[in-house]
């Protein structure tokens, strides 16, 4: 399974930006990024996902880097909602199963 | 509106008893997933099924038991050879790995 690398946990301020980085340095051609969150007590919920280029939507925005090995999740103004463990996930174009790291734990700050 | 339904959201088993968990899902979506999640922890995949009336073991599958006989429908029964079954159990479904993956809201088994 191809691997992703991200910080333990993250600190924002309420209605900061927040970046949230994951490395994927033997990512393939195929493998698409995707980043999911999980609130207490609830399953996984989708943010966004992307291939090669940058992708906006209207929770988040990743930013793809060139070479493909590392990707950027941006939330543009946090809030308390967003406080969530944070997973970044890569998946080819077929249906094998998610494999979840631990994640980024962020923490918002009001 | 279309998603995943689990049921139920809380549920308790004694011991030598085995118990099923159902997973509902009207997204046409083919493939569906079973993971565990013990607290502070990542999701574990416990079963997978891509197609119907077929099914994978995931990492950790002994003590679960799964079946596919409709498309929308993949219920995982946690048997008594599950010695430690206290999680927070979630299934999922897909079409194609290009697409985003929707979970249920999941189901709290705990031991009596």
């Known amino acids: 399974d191809a691997k992703t690398t991200q910080p333990n946990s993250m600190e924002s301020n309420e209605e900061e930006p927040v970046h949230l980085p994951c490395n994927h340095s033997?990512?393939?051609?195929?493998?698409?990024i995707h980043w999911y969150r999980q609130l207490p007590s609830q399953g996984p919920e989708y943010v966004i996902h992307g291939l090669t280029s940058n992708v906006n939507n209207r929770m988040a925005s990743l930013a793809i880097a060139e070479d493909r090995k590392s990707s950027t999740l941006i939330l543009h103004r946090a809030t308390l909602r967003d406080a969530a463990v944070y997973y970044c996930?890569?998946?080819?174009?077929?249906?094998?199963?998610?494999?979840f790291g631990k994640g980024t734990r962020l923490s918002v700050i009001a | 509106d279309g998603g995943i339904t689990q049921s139920p959201k809380y549920l308790f088993r004694k011991e030598g008893q085995n118990v099923t968990l159902s997973c509902e899902q009207n997204l046409n979506h083919d493939a569906m997933y079973w993971y565990r999640q013990d607290p502070g922890q990542g999701l574990r995949l416990i079963y997978y099924s891509q197609i119907v009336n077929d099914f994978q073991k995931g990492d950790i599958a002994e003590g679960y038991s799964v079946s596919r006989e409709k498309k929308e429908s993949f219920p995982l029964t946690v048997t008594s050879a599950q010695k430690n079954p206290t999680a927070f159990y979630l299934c999922a479904s897909i079409q194609t790995g290009s697409q985003p993956q929707h979970f249920g809201d999941g189901t709290r088994l705990s031991i009596l």
């Open positions: 033997t990512i393939s051609g195929t493998d698409y």
């Open positions: 996930i890569l998946r080819d174009y077929g249906n094998t199963p998610l494999v």
